[in-house]
């Protein structure tokens, strides 16, 4: 299905205004470290109450293994090799995104909120601009207050003369313009000179619940339909739990992942033992379980204001997480982290989809992918319940494609050679009768064939996936959605992503 064809929406003529459309993810979250999938840890007891009257996908798959080329491929329909944004130095051009056509076309309001800067940061990799709202980080001492993160004059990445003027400027215009004021200057500082600020004023992570309070404010200022996509970046690593919902990790481990430099490279470099980068999953757990309990608040609070019935919510995560898993494609490589590979515990993620007006509960085992969310907005506009919308009419496609310059830069700081871990990753999804097929192609010459029998259990079937995989690739072609940039980024967008280790 091409992309015209897909952002052709048609209100139901029986409707006096089109659904709301709730598009939450839980950037990083596996499926196999969800209960709803049967982990034994009870990480999203919510979202299993939530799937009895909504149709949950026991096999879906993200279309890559990160951030920015997943939403990508969400927003427009498109797979990763179609729209080609894999890169910081990519950019998707206007006019392709799901978000654009429901506001262009169908006069909805449409925001954005997370502090995860390919959507909401100052990248430039067109992401945030598909949006009419965007609320990104939040770490400012007086969060009512004025934004020093907003790019209309980008105060804490370059500082020049008249951006501070329009700071001062904007500052005494606001309503507490001396908070505003302090929250460009603490911002600054955080980035800049943290040793200035007094202890506790860093540039911590923003928690899930402000981005919850944000979207519920933007909620009750719209008086049409409105359509929002909230990422929660709580159970990407570094992982650190609120203490209520740290149920399986504590300080030891809080300790022990203060004192890595990187979670990622230092394991692959043989710098630490495996079992320790083991131990930092049950902190990921709670970071599941915190965002679990904030999305019951988010749809509760919907639920209570009478709109949560008119509302399609879809409830998914962009990739999934390592922690030190045997790659069976990579000789001798582990999964320490995303962001190389395409084993299934980077692809294998949760999936749940409530249709306006939906009660009942639905269960599909077929193969389903990220890609058709714009299919699943289509349908609910057109007053359809299509509970396998997320299942493509052929094959599940999914795809890495090595390491960024900075990130290969930052490996061979731990490893001697990056052979291992670069190199193009190809994987096709379909169903069989005794669970969901895999075909892997790595480096077009290395492949497998995997049985996947849920989110816990698989099993190799075969090996020679490679051409399989390659043959079904080859029928993909560019999309002509990807623009270049110079692949600037500011300050507070590159320190943040040196942070999640991107860079």
């Not at 890169?87 to 429901?102: I, K, N, Q, T």
């Not at 003369?161 to 904007?170: A, C, D, G, K, S």
């Not at 600020?197 to 404010?217: I, K, M, N, Q, Y």
């Not at 698989?458 to 072609?477: C, I, M, P, Q």
């Amino acid at each position: 299905m091409g992309t015209s064809e897909i952002f052709k929406f048609v209100v139901a003529a029986a409707s006096s205004m089109p659904p709301n459309v709730l598009l939450v993810v839980m950037d990083a979250v596996r499926a196999r470290n969800t209960s709803l999938h049967g982990y034994e840890c009870e990480t999203t007891p919510f979202l299993e109450t939530f799937a009895e009257g909504a149709t949950t996908y026991t096999q879906a798959r993200s279309p890559g293994i990160w951030s920015l080329p997943s939403h990508a491929s969400i927003f427009t329909g498109l797979h990763v090799v179609e729209h080609g944004i894999t890169e910081v130095s990519d950019r998707l051009s206007s006019g392709h995104s799901v978000w654009e056509a429901l506001a262009d076309e169908e006069g909805y309001a449409t925001g954005v909120f997370s502090e995860n800067e390919f959507l909401t940061g100052g990248l430039g990799v067109g992401l945030r601009d598909t949006f009419q709202t965007v609320v990104g980080s939040q770490n400012a001492p007086y969060p009512e207050a004025g934004d020093p993160n907003q790019p209309y004059h980008k105060f804490v990445s370059r500082s020049t003369t008249e951006q501070v003027r329009n700071l001062i400027r904007e500052s005494l215009e606001a309503e507490e313009s001396s908070r505003t004021f302090v929250n460009g200057l603490t911002t600054k500082l955080q980035w800049d000179h943290p040793g200035l600020l007094p202890e506790g004023w860093t540039a911590a992570d923003t928690p899930a619940e402000v981005f919850t309070d944000r979207f519920l404010s933007w909620n009750t200022e719209q008086d049409g339909p409105w359509a929002a996509c909230i990422n929660y970046l709580d159970a990407h690593a570094p992982h650190h739990p609120p203490e209520e919902f740290d149920h399986w990790g504590g300080p030891v481990l809080r300790s022990l992942q203060a004192e890595m430099d990187d979670v990622v490279w230092e394991f692959n470099g043989g710098n630490r033992p495996w079992w320790q980068r083991k131990a930092l999953e049950s902190l990921y757990d709670g970071g599941i379980r915190y965002m679990d309990a904030e999305i019951e608040r988010l749809l509760s609070t919907l639920d209570e204001r009478g709109e949560l019935e008119d509302t399609l919510v879809v409830v998914t995560a962009d990739h999934g997480e390592g922690f030190g898993e045997p790659s069976r494609i990579r000789p001798d490589t582990r999964v320490p982290s995303h962001k190389s590979g395409i084993h299934e515990v980077l692809l294998h993620v949760p999936l749940i989809v409530k249709y306006p007006g939906q009660t009942d509960s639905r269960v599909v085992e077929e193969a389903a992918s990220l890609t058709e969310f714009p299919v699943a907005v289509r349908a609910a506009i057109e007053g359809e319940r299509d509970d396998e919308a997320f299942v493509p009419e052929g094959l599940v496609y999914a795809s890495s494609h090595g390491l960024e310059k900075p990130m290969e830069e930052r490996a061979l700081r731990h490893v001697d050679d990056v052979w291992r871990f670069n190199g193009d990753a190809l994987a096709i999804f379909e169903t069989m009768e005794t669970g969901v097929r895999k075909y892997a192609s790595w480096r077009d010459t290395y492949g497998l064939d995997v049985t996947a029998l849920n989110a816990r259990e698989s099993y190799v079937s075969g090996e020679g996936g490679h051409e399989r995989a390659n043959e079904a690739f080859a029928d993909l072609t560019d999309s002509g959605v990807k623009e270049r940039t110079d692949g600037d980024i500011d300050t507070p967008a590159r320190n943040r992503l040196e942070d999640l280790g991107y860079i």
